[in-house]
Every structure is written in C-alpha cells, then in structure tokens.
C-alpha cells in the first residue's frame, strides 16, 4: 500500500445541511462541521440571531415536506452535491404525562420530529447522488421509558426505528444512516426553562455525574459523518454519559446459594 490516508475525519469537500443548526446541539455541529472542512448550511424555522461568517442559514421548518426538498434542492444546486444531512430539528415537550396528552401535542410533535426526519431523510436520498452520510438526532428517552414521555419519546424511538430502516433501503445507493442518542445536555432547550428539575436530576442520575455538553454530542456526529465511518450504517449510537446504561438502583438480595461468596447448587 503506497496510498496514504488523508487527515483524520476530514470532511474537505464535503456539503454538508445541519437542520435546527441555530441553536445548542445543533449549532455545535455546525462548527465542528466547518473545522472539520465541510461546506455547510443551516435549516432553521427560527435562525434568530444565528450569524456564521462561513454558513449559509435557509428559514424553513422541516415539518414541511415542500419547505425541506426545495431547501435540500438549493443548496445541492449551489454547491453542485449533497454529502452530509444531519437532521437534528426537533422540539422536546417532555413532562407531559397521558392525563395530560392531547392530540395538539402529539401531532406537532410528530410533525417536527418524526414527519421532519423522515422527510430529511427521503430528500437527501434523492439528491445524494453520490453517496452520503444522514445523521439523525434520537435521544436516550427513545431508547428507554421514562414517565411525561408519552408525545416526545415516543417520537424519538420513531426516529431511532426511521434510522433502521433508512439504512437498510439506501444501503446500495452509498448512503449510511445512523442515529445519535444524546442524553441530557446543557442547551437552551433545557437550560432555558425556569428552575428545571431535569438538570439536577439529570448530574445526580447520570452515571458520568453531569450533563453533557453540546460539543461532546457534535463530536459523535462528526465521525459518523466521516470517511472513517464507511462500514457503520444503521447503527443507534449513545453518548448519554452512562444514563441509558442501566438503573442507579434495583432493590435486590443475593439467593441462599450465594454461600461465602461462591454458588451452592440445591
Ligand atoms: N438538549 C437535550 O438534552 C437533548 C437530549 C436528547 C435529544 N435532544 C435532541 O437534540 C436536538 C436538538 O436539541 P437542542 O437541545 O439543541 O434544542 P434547541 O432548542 O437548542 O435547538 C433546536 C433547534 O431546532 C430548531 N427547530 C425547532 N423546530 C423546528 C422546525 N419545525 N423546523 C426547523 N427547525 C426547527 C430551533 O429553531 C432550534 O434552532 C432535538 O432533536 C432534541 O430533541 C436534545
């Protein structure tokens, strides 16, 4: 082999589409997209104050089939291709327990974070004409229950099961899909609600004791989208400090087996 790889996780040349690319986890994508090399634009329904002297920013909320194919179009016209889409987009109407469930709820929801992922997904496979990498954002309440999830985790194991499935019809076309599963992280989504029990609940439950930072969860999207990433493709990737691990506590005794630290058969 006379042939040398090239730099680490080198996104050079590559186009690249963050939606909810405006603010927290999204926003730190976007930066480490743009260090990484990566030509890159943001798709926002609110892009706000975000201002980024490389990155162009489209308004357009993903819950609109027409709004996401003709922002996917734009930009694949602009720069000639279509290699990254990460699809990031998403409200997070947590605490609503099914007392309190009404089918408002339940339908933006789904809207914004399973309609919009799916149509993320199903715009990119038709523009990535050669090959790609979608990168979709899940949560760790997809993964596992957790009460007042009924509306949002539910959305997010629909987003974790559209990654599978994605993978598998867009295999032969070159493209890889994966799913991100973050657990709490510090973003305005959760550092903005008043008091929010969430966040020390969230350092006292968390195996890895704290929350995570925007930027621990851009760097697992950053590999996926990578060149390194080739042969990973439907996978659902944790970075949840140890949350979804497993419980804290599980009341338990050992059996009257357990006889001085070995095992007696009856
Ligand atoms: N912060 C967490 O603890 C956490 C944990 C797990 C998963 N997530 C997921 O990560 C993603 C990003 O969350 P965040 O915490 O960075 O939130 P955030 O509110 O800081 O950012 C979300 C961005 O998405 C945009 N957006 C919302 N609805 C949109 C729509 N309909 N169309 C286009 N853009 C829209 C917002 O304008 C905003 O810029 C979401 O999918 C969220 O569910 C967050």
């Known amino acids: 082999m006379n042939s040398r790889p090239g730099p680490h996780f080198s996104l050079a040349g590559r186009v690249a589409v963050v939606t909810g690319g405006a603010s927290g986890i999204g926003r730190a994508i976007v930066d480490r997209f743009v260090a990484a090399g990566a030509s890159v634009s943001v798709l926002d329904r609110r892009p706000g104050g975000f201002a980024h002297r490389e990155v162009a920013c489209v308004e ?6 027409a709004a996401v194919a003709s922002a996917l179009e734009s930009i694949r016209d602009l720069y000639g291709r279509l290699d990254i889409v990460v699809n990031n987009a998403g409200i997070q109407p947590l605490g609503v327990g099914f007392d309190e469930l009404t089918g408002d709820l339940l ?6 974070n399973v ?3 799916a149509y993320g997904i199903k715009h990119a496979g038709r523009l990535m004409e050669l090959g790609g990498r979608i990168v979709n954002t899940g949560s760790f309440v997809g ?3 957790i009460p007042g999830g009924a509306a949002y985790a539910t959305s997010k194991a629909a987003v ?7 993978a598998i019809e867009f295999a032969s076309r070159g493209i890889t899909v994966n ?7 510090r973003t305005p989504a959760v550092t903005e609600i008043p008091d929010n029990p969430e966040i020390p609940f969230a350092e006292q439950r968390t195996p890895l004791g ?4 925007p930027e621990e969860i851009a760097a697992a999207f950053h590999f996926l989208a990578s060149p390194e ?6 996978a659902i990737l944790s970075v949840d400090g140890g949350i979804g691990a497993g419980w804290e506590r599980y009341d338990t005794v050992p059996p009257a087996n357990v006889v001085d630290g070995g095992w007696k058969d009856d």
């Open 179 to 185: 799913c991100v599963c973050p657990g709490t992280i």
């Open 210 to 213: 704290r929350l995570g930072e």
């Open 107 to 112: 339908d933006r929801t789904f809207a914004v």
């Open 160 to 166: 974790v099961h559209l990654t599978r499935l994605a």
């Open 60 to 65: 357009a909320d993903v819950s609109d089939e």
């Open 229 to 234: 990433a080739s042969y990973i493709t439907g």
């Open 143 to 145: 993964l596992t229950g």
């Open 115 to 117: 309609k919009g992922v």
